[in-house]
């Protein structure tokens, strides 16, 4: 009796041969890609590459378009002034960073209240979730040509690195 039960601990014990996709699915990349560009806009004024590096029409110039757009370079301080030089104070920026987030959200000049930053949250918001879903029915209705597409990409040897 002891015996059986520890044979069928045994057996459910057991797991499956299968190794885990560690590559990079190119469908998920542009579906956070689509979802960071909407906030990315609607908080910053700016798309992710533009966030990330500060780099507009082609060159650096971070906290030089007046505010309309804010990059990282500009929230850690890398304004207009060189890197070597040191910061001034980090509490008038951050709230003048706040401000600007606040006016990029609210749509609005100078002034505007909680009700216009919370009603323009709510777009940005609805796309989000449309966008979900769009890729979530979208990779259903496409499963059997991604199937075949990522076979061929097993074939170029390609398949532990990449899959759509």
């Known amino acids: ?20 996709f560690t590559g990079v699915n190119v469908l998920s990349l542009a579906e956070g890609y689509i979802q960071t560009n909407i906030w ?28 309309a757009t804010i990059s990282i370079p500009e929230i850690i301080g890398f304004g207009s002034r060189s890197f070597n030089q040191s910061g001034g104070n980090f509490g008038t920026h951050a709230d003048n960073l706040a401000g600007a987030v606040a006016r990029n959200i609210a749509d609005a000049g100078s002034t505007y209240t909680t009700y216009d930053v919370g009603l323009g949250l709510l ?25 075949a597409v990522n076979r061929q990409i097993k074939m170029l040897g390609l398949g532990q690195m990449v899959r759509i």
């Open 123 to 147: 777009m940005p918001s609805i796309q989000t979730a449309l966008v979900g879903v769009g890729f979530k029915w979208g990779k259903k209705l496409t499963s059997k040509p991604r199937a």
């Open 40 to 67: 990315t806009e609607k908080l910053f004024r700016t798309n992710p590459f533009e966030f990330v590096t500060g780099i507009t029409d082609g060159t650096y110039n971070p906290g030089q378009d007046g505010g």
């Open 1 to 20: 009796m002891i015996t059986g039960c520890i044979q069928m601990a045994r057996r459910k014990q057991k797991r499956s041969s299968r190794k885990k």
